[in-house]
């Protein structure tokens, strides 16, 4: 990365916007974007677009897994005229990120009727030939997918969602109007600004040392374990959160606690994961579970956790064994346990 100096700057930004990194360009682009209608309106007729229809990706099948096709502004607008629609319909994408050549990333929904326009909806099927690929739900494929597509997905979904939910002003009923990047709506009537949000939720992986606490509701797959987890209320710190979730799900009290990571998750609508390592105080060991929220909550040791990483092991549930698993690699309620496990050896688990 090279820093840029800032006496020369001041002088000549376009040389100064040479040395930054790409990083910071690539940043800083993007911000533009958010901010000038005319700029992101100039970057579509570069871009690429990614389609939605209903919130389902348009995917393609490969030999490989699933491939996350991408249409010119050319293509789409010739789409759209072949059903019929107008171009304007491409006022309702949203910006989602950008290469680090600046080509801007967008995504748009085929599927949706926005309330405040005339769009109507295009046909899935017929889209999907045209296309060559399907509108599949986001969940089923997540786990087929790289990190990086899944990331742009999830960004792409949570926000054409969020828009579909935000079309009028809360205060005055008015019809709101998104800016071109979709980073904003605004309420022309009383200027009300609304931004995208996404909900906090903590996610703690609670140990007594040698042992962790692995809990699982009755939706989960059966023998599937996790960390336990839950939405931040409001006016409380992260560490006020994980506290009192701990205490109310599992009767526990805890000692230390040490932030490890964060994911935006978009289902079932958009959460900002915050995982945590904790400790229970000494002494406090023993559980009682919270039936309201938890099916069961049990303690693990190391070796049946790194067991259940593995997938190599069972689970009495119900009286009848079940493979014993935690959530897929993508999630990070995985990557907690995993770290956990590699704190106990002292030792890195492949990935
Ligand atoms: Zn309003």
């Known amino acids: 990365m090279i820093l840029c100096c800032g006496l020369a700057c ?24 958010k901010e000038d209608d005319d700029a992101c309106k100039k970057a579509q007729q570069t871009g690429a677009f990614y389609l939605f229809h209903n919130l389902a990706p348009l995917l393609q099948t490969s030999e490989h897994g699933y491939l996350v096709p991408r249409v010119s502004l050319l293509e789409l607008e ?19 990120g950008c290469s680090e050549q600046h080509e801007a990333w967008f995504a748009l929904d085929l599927g949706l009727n926005s309330s405040s326009s005339t769009h109507a909806s295009l046909p899935k099927s017929e889209v999907e030939t045209a296309l060559k690929g399907s509108f599949t739900e986001l969940r089923k494929a997540v786990f087929q997918l790289n990190s990086v597509d899944s990331s742009l997905l999830f960004t792409a979904q949570a926000l054409l969602r969020w828009h579909d939910g935000h079309q009028f002003c809360s205060r005055s009923g008015q019809p709101t109007k998104k800016n071109t990047a979709g980073s904003k709506r605004v309420c022309p009537f009383n200027n009300i600004i609304y931004y995208p949000q996404m909900a906090p939720v903590v996610i703690t ?10 809990a699982r509701s009755s939706s989960f797959p059966k023998g599937m374990y996790t960390a336990l987890a839950g939405f931040c209320d409001i006016g409380e710190s992260v560490e006020e959160a994980v506290r009192r979730e701990v205490a109310e799900e599992v009767g526990l009290e805890l000692d230390r606690l040490q932030y490890s990571a964060s994911q935006h998750w978009p289902f079932p609508s958009s959460s900002l994961m915050i995982a945590c390592h904790a400790t229970v105080k000494p002494g406090q060991t023993e559980i009682q579970v919270n039936f309201g929220e938890l099916e069961a909550a049990a303690w693990f040791s190391h070796d049946q956790v790194a067991r259940a990483l593995r997938k190599d092991t069972y689970i009495q549930q119900q009286n009848e064994p079940f493979p014993f698993s935690v959530p897929p690699k993508l999630t990070i309620a995985h990557q907690l346990i995993k770290e956990w496990v590699e704190q106990q050896t002292c030792s890195s688990l492949p990935d």
């Open 10 to 33: 001041r002088r000549t930004s376009l040389w100064c916007y040479r040395l930054l990194s790409t990083y910071v360009t690539k940043t800083r682009y993007l911000f533009e974007l």
């Open 78 to 96: 010739r789409l759209l005229a072949k059903f019929g629609q107008v171009v304007q319909r491409i006022e309702d994408s949203v910006l989602i």
């Open 205 to 214: 992986l609670v140990s007594d040392g040698p042992r962790c606490l692995l």
